[in-house]
């Protein structure tokens, strides 16, 4: 069974400095890597999807990151907003698309 | 593109009592999936629909939980009788197909306090 580990559980950074959560997980046979962000009181949105061939993707100031070997991804946000305050949660998943949720960093961004 | 609609957006209920959830997809989306998030936690999966078919339920509690999703488009989710346990969040989520790679659209959830 996939077990995804997330650190720091909350992080509290000024406005305009760079930053990295991390993500762990126990099955080295995930599929996928994926990043989300949950402000509270709504759903999920799908912010990077790593797919198990990849190693990294970026989208604007995020980026994440996938070592396999390692059980490990990352997700870099550079130059922190206000606005980018939420709940990160990573997630691996199967081949059949389900996904193994981590407990999630809850990021603050002090302006 | 209209997203994931869920109602009801809140629920209390006293324990033992029964509650169902109900869930629009995103059209044309095949698959359907339920999670759900205990406070402080991630989402943890309940259901996936291909269809109206079950893709898997490993994870459900079948002695209290059902869902169904009869014409392959909404789907409800009931528990009866509710626990304590089960205040969560539950979430429902949508995507084109089950391939691994294919991104889930999220609805802003339906939050039970059972008391």
Redesign the interface.
Known sequence: KQE?TQIPAALSVPEGENLVLNCSFTDSAI??L?W?RQDP??????LL?I?SSQREQTSGRLNASLDKSSGRSTLYIAASQPGDSATY?C?G????????????TRLTVIP | EAG?AQSPRYKIIEKRQSVAFWCNPISGHA?L?WYQQIL??????LI?FQNNGV??DSQLPKDRFSAERLKGVDSTLKIQPAKLEDSAVY?C?S?PN????????????T?LLVL
Not at chain 1, 41 to 46: H, I, Y
Not at chain 1, 93 to 104: E, I, K, P, Q, V
Not at chain 2, 100 to 109: C, I, L, R
């Open positions: 995804v599929y996928n994926q989300f009181g709504k759903g999920l949105t799908s999807l797919q949660l997630a998943s199967t081949g059949a698309n389900n996904l193994f949720f981590g407990t999630g | 994931v698959t999936y402080g936690q991630g989402p943890k999966l996936q893709v898997d979430l989520a995507s089950p391939r691994a790679g294919e991104t889930q659209y999220f609805g802003p959830g939050r």
